[in-house]
């Protein structure tokens, strides 16, 4: 059975001057899922990546525990949502509908308060109501997200074992079109993704299935193992 495995890159480095990178934490996380690939005999036959350093980073730390090279495919559709660009542009609308939002957002002291604005602008992103021109549109990116996804499949073909680094916006995307399910549903998969967690899709032909979502488990065994904390979120 052909078996992709979406991974979310390792934690990056929230609250500082470039978040697009690696903690320390996340470095480490990258290292232990590598480890982890390496004991249960998973190779891969090719790796891809959004352009971020952050998923660069992950592909490379898990990339280096397998045997041999793993072509590694740089493919900027599998980016994370744009939140950067949501909160800049959609902020003004959310705040139209909902008034008491500003409240949330004057008060804004750690990250899962960050992820409170993420979830109001994120599904105000994906209804209907959304037409901001100044942004990239929901349909926009989740086309680009299942069109990547579609020539990763195309191009490797049958009997093959992929690993995608990318982010937890795309990964739940992906894991709701698997489902059947539109965008509306799928910020409930977004907001629970473990950093570094494994996510494993089946494959034949254009038939996609979904095995697990959001496994972190090898991180708490691992972790409780060496002696360290590496459960992370955000």
Known sequence: MATIYLVRHGQASFGADDYDKLSELGVR????AGHFFRDQAIQFDAAYSGDLLRQRETAQGVLASQPGDVPHHVDPRFNEVRNDEHLEYLVP????KNPEFQTLLDNLKSSKD??????????????????EPAIQSWA??????????????STQGSGKTVAIFTSGGTIATIVAMVLGLGGEHTYRFYEPV??????????????????NFNDASFLQVLGTQLGEQLISYR
């Open 29 to 32: 996380q990258a290292e232990v």
């Open 93 to 96: 609308h959310v705040l139209a």
């Open 114 to 131: 960050y992820q409170k604005v993420i979830d109001a602008v994120f599904n105000y992103w994906v209804s209907p109501e959304c037409d």
């Open 140 to 153: 926009d990116y989740s086309g680009g997200v299942r069109d990547a996804l579609r020539d990763v499949i």
């Open 194 to 211: 473990y950093n570094c967690s494994i996510s494993q899709l089946f494959y034949s032909g254009s038939k996609v299935s979904l095995s």
